[in-house]
Structure formats: structure tokens, C-alpha cells
């Protein structure tokens, strides 16, 4: 088969890397792709995701049989509407669906419609109403933009000040959420769905904060790991039956069903697992840790998908555990420089230790250069979490460029 990878970031590189190992892959393509993905499939570097006509008259020329659709702005722009509509195999939802991440209050609407556990929040669209609410509130709030904001357009806050500016910024262009700050610890759970049926992925936890300790200003995530040891076999049981079963049925309900990734970013608190959003693709830097752990053939799952024969697939997980660190541009995730030489990145064995690029290019000369904040994910492999945070903390220090950093805590607040 033929298959496309959407998008240029860690998450497609993971994608590429992982279908590169098919047995099933005859062509491999990704737009517009990075250093990375140029190393083991075909870069289409002049086609963007978000120019949906281009991305489908590639395909028709090329005859491509699967689109892997990675980030979330063109599932959110309707590519896959404009795909199916030629009949191209595409992994992803169409734009209906997609509003299930692209807009927070649809997607709150839709979980308190279905009765699935979550934060109770309020709607805003007025500045003169949210600076009301705000100077009567007591104590800590969790204020979320709609739209998309690539994981950075959330502020958990008690300071009235901070909260205006954060607010009043998004009013000039979005709705906004104003939610009750939930106390727990957050977990990731991946599900994979053709459309009838599902397969649960192994739970990650993602680390999205700058600094270490959990402190600092949201990023698009600064690594991850997984297996969760604090997700108990009880405790995905009651996520299934109180959260996941009761969202597919409401999908199903409403017409919402699609061939793809849906993701559950929980919280388990005191009074049991939350939902605080739902994603329709795999995330970055989860997938980095994710992937890896899957043994099965992932052009087969792939197809198993496309085909609606996800019930009857052989899904075979590693028993491994995998942390991922990122190594991320000097004043990431505020303003930073690119096209910054790489001196130096770390000689992989697969069985180990695995590097994916994020930002990356190569200029004329072939010399790797930056390309953004979050640059590379290294990503340590190991029967345990405490080996695989070893070999990635190893590992990390390995990747050199000016100003290159990353958090040295990733994971250890579930190790000890």
C-alpha cells in the first residue's frame, strides 16, 4: 500500500518510523514532513496539510491508499470530508467530528448531554460578563480557549489580574471556558476506532508544564511516558464503563462516528476519572512513547481500520515501557530562534533508544538545523520505567545544539 503521513512534527516521524517497519508499505510519503521523516520516507515538502485540494489531487495522482492525517488544524479544516468525497482511505474525522476537540464548548456540551464525568464550566463570549464573573470569584479556575491552541490555550489560575488578560485575549477572537479547578492526576488514554468498534491503547501520562516540578507556563508538551504504574486494571475498567462506552454510544447517537484516534485526557480525582478534553488524533509527545509499543504490523492496523475490521485485529503489545523526553529551543514556549545547527544527535539502537525529529530541516549543504520550539523527542526503551527514564536521560544530554533544553523530572512523580 500506499500511505501518505499528514503533517511535520514528532508525532509524524513516530507515524512514518512506524509504517516504514510494514511488510505491507510499497510507498511512503510525508507532507511536508522534517529531517527526520526525509530519512525513511519521501518528503513532500511543498505540499501543506492545510491546503486541502492540493493534499487531494496529490493523492489522486499518486493513487495513494491510506492518509494518515497527524495534527489537528486540517481534521478541523475538513481534509478528510474533502478525501472521502474521492473515495481516498483516510485515518482521521471529518469536520463534524472534529469539533469534538476544535471547539471545547462543543465538546463540553457533548459530555454533559451524556452524562460522561467532567469539570462543570461556564461559557463565555462577553468581556464585560467574564470581567463580572471573574472579580466575584473565590479561588483557583481553569480558563480554556475554544478553538484549537496546540495545547497552550489553558490557564489554571486564582490571580484575578492574570486571569483578565488571559481571558480578555481570547474574547478578541474565541469563546472561552471558565471551569472548576479539579484536584488528581492526569493520565492519557488512546483508543483506536473504525467506526463500530475499538481497541484501547496502553495509558500515558504527559508532562505539558515548562519546568520542572510541574511549574511553568503550558507547552505542546515536554514528554511522556508509558505505560501509567498508577493505572490499575480496576481503575480502566471503571474509565471504559464511566467515561469511554458512554462517549462512543453518544457518538454513535449524534452521527459523530469516524475511522481514527480518540484520545481521553483524564483526570482521577477523588470522586473517580474526569474528562477534561477529548483530542481526535494521536498526541505529541505521546505517540513518541505510544508507538513503540505496539508489536503489530501497523500497515495491518491501518488497513484493519480503513476495512472496519478492528473487532477481529490481533492487536499485540509490547510488554516494554517507554519515557520520552523532549528537547526543546532556548525561550521555548515563548519566542525562540531557529535554524540553529545541530552538532550532535545520539546513534540509535531500536531496541533501546529512539530519537524522532520535530523541528528539523536540512539546508543546502545537508547540515540538520532547528526548526521550531519543541526540536527532538528521545525516547528510552525497557523492560521497567526506572531503566527507560536511564536511557533517555542518557541519551538527552547526547543532543546538541546552542541553547538546547529539556525537563530532568520527566515521570518521577509515578516512580516514587
Known sequence: MKVLVLGAGAREHTLAWKFSKSKRISGLFTAPGNAGTGEISENISGLDPMDIENVVNFCRELKINIVFVGPEAPLAAGVVDALSSYNIPVIGPPREAAKLESSKAFSKSFMLRHNIPTASAREFSSKREYQSFIYRLNGKVVVKKSGLASGKGVLESDNREELLRFGNSILDSDLLLVEEFLEGWEVS????????????LPPCADFKKAMDGDRGPNTGGMGAICPVPAVSSELLREIELRIIEPTFRGMKKEGLTYKGVLYFG?????????????????GDPETQVLLP???????????????????????????????????????YPGKYKKNIPVKNIPRCNEKELLLFHASTIKDNNNRLLTNGGRCFTVVGLSKDLLHASAIAYEAAPRVVFDSAWYRNDIGIKFFY
Do not use: M
Not at 488514554?189 to 484501547?200: A, R, V
Open 189 to 200: 488514554i488512546f483508543t483506536i476506532t473504525d467506526g463500530k468498534s475499538y481497541l484501547f
Open 266 to 282: 483524564l483526570i482521577i480525582t477523588d470522586e473517580g476519572p474526569k474528562v477534561l478534553e477529548y483530542n481526535v488524533r494521536f
Open 293 to 331: 509499543l505496539i508489536d503489530s504490523d501497523f500497515g495491518d492496523l491501518a488497513d484493519a481500520i480503513i476495512q472496519e475490521k478492528l473487532e477481529e485485529f490481533p492487536l499485540i503489545i509490547s510488554d516494554n515501557s517507554a519515557v520520552g523526553v523532549v528537547i526543546a529551543s532556548g525561550g
